[in-house]
């Protein structure tokens, strides 16, 4: 390989042409097939990886099939007040949101019963329901 080297000593710059040796054929037939081989390697990494991702993606879908309707269940306070114990919590429209409201168990109607979040159990010092969730 040639490159221009700037001589020392000169004003306005002078440059000669310096031969640098550069690697033999053995040198370069040895890099070359070090640096296939690290191809290689990542390529076949690169495909295990998929592979991999693949699996998990599958098998993360067979799972998100089993779980993706069921409700949660258990007991938790909700902000609704002047609920009894034995009243239903049903979503109502409440302006751009939404709210609940308690309906007592002798006057909920099937469609309200269908909709309910759940049941109170007890109430709160502060005077929320604390509701046990239906299970859907």
Do not use: C
């Amino acid at each position: 390989m040639t490159e221009q080297q700037p001589l020392p000593d000169t004003n306005p710059p002078q440059y000669q042409d310096v031969l640098t040796p550069g690697d033999t054929d053995a040198e370069w037939a040895v890099k070359q097939a070090t640096y296939a081989a690290a191809l290689a390697a990542h390529a076949a990494a690169v495909q295990q990886d998929a592979e991999a991702l693949a699996t998990f993606e599958a098998a993360l879908e067979v799972a998100r099939q089993k779980v993706d309707r069921i409700a949660i269940a258990g007991r938790v306070p909700v902000n609704v007040l002047g609920a009894q114990p034995g009243d239903y919590i049903v979503p109502v429209q409440d302006g751009d949101g939404i709210a609940g409201a308690a309906v007592h168990a002798d006057d909920i109607t099937m469609a309200q019963y269908l909709r309910a979040v759940g049941r109170v159990i007890s109430i709160e010092s502060d005077g929320r329901a604390y509701v046990m969730v239906k299970a859907v």
